[in-house]
């Protein structure tokens, strides 16, 4: 995995998450910066970060860092009749890291699931 991309606090940080599902996201489609905000609001609605458009500067933030990294970028889109906007893509680099970040989560999985069951008492 590229370095820097796990998050200070690991795995399973929030940051890691936001970064993963970015890449996610962006896996699938071309986005502006306020439409991936959006998504990540519908799938973290409790995260701080996404509770209010105050906050979305932090979002926006993120997503530069990502860009700095070279695992997404942008370019200027111009809509007749509006502002420009800022569309998102994935860097082959980010693809890179999108489908090993996929592959390591679904190596854990199995590991994961035994660990809580366990820590449960339950048999594994």
């Given at each position: ?8 606090g690991g795995p399973?940080?929030p ?7 970015i890449?996610v ?30 906050h979305?500067g932090r979002g926006?933030?993120?997503l530069r ?5 070279g ?10 009749g ?19 970040t996929?592959?390591?989560?679904e ?5 994961l ?5 366990f820590?449960k008492?339950?048999?594994?």
């Amino acid at each position: 995995m590229k370095k820097g991309f796990c998050c200070k606090g690991g795995p399973f940080s929030p940051g890691f998450w936001l970064k993963a599902w970015i890449l996610v996201i962006l896996g699938k489609e071309e986005l502006h910066g306020y439409e991936i905000m959006n998504k990540l609001r519908n799938i973290f609605p409790d995260i701080f970060l996404y509770k209010d458009p105050s906050h979305m500067g932090r979002g926006y933030k993120l997503l530069r860092l990502l860009e700095m990294e070279g695992l997404i970028q942008s370019k200027w889109e111009v809509i007749e009749g509006g502002p420009a906007k800022r569309i998102y893509s994935l860097t082959e680099e980010g693809k890179k890291v999108r489908e090993q970040t996929i592959k390591s989560l679904e190596d854990n999985f199995e590991f994961l699931k035994k660990f809580i069951e366990f820590s449960k008492d339950k048999e594994v």
